[in-house]
């Protein structure tokens, strides 16, 4: 199988910054595309930002300018630096990878969430 781990959540006030950071195990061949997604409370999941392994990331709207998606391949790590944070920004995060498992499967894998709160 493959676990997904969130770390990097917390509170911070308006206006301040957090880094999350993501670390995938287990039966990995390969890892695609890697993201973030973020549900605030009594909201639906919705997109953060995505990376693939080539390539330029891709970023919701209200994101764009303040965070920034990165990963590091040869750790299976994804991070989000959260710059200039609103309290609309507060939600749990999740992470999520498309990844080729060692029985040659080719699916999504999602973490259990970090909270992020927003808020002075």
């Known amino acids: 199988q493959v676990q997904l781990v969130e770390s990097g959540g917390g509170l911070v006030q308006p206006g301040g910054s957090l880094r999350l950071s993501c670390a995938a195990s287990?039966?990995?061949?390969?890892?695609?595309?890697m993201g973030w997604y973020r549900q605030p409370p009594g909201k639906q999941r919705d997109l953060v930002a995505t990376?693939?392994?080539?390539?330029?990331?891709n970023y919701a709207d209200s994101v764009k300018g303040r965070f920034t998606i990165s990963r590091d391949n040869a750790k299976n790590m994804v991070y989000l630096q959260m710059s200039s944070l609103e309290p609309e920004d507060t939600a749990v995060y999740y992470c999520?990878?498309?990844?080729?498992?060692?029985?040659?499967?080719?699916?999504?894998?999602w973490g259990k969430g970090t909270l992020v709160t927003v808020s002075s």
């Open positions: 990376i693939p392994t080539g390539g330029s990331a």
């Open positions: 999520n990878a498309r990844v080729t498992t060692t029985s040659y499967y080719t699916m999504p894998f």
């Open positions: 287990g039966s990995i061949v390969s890892i695609h595309t």
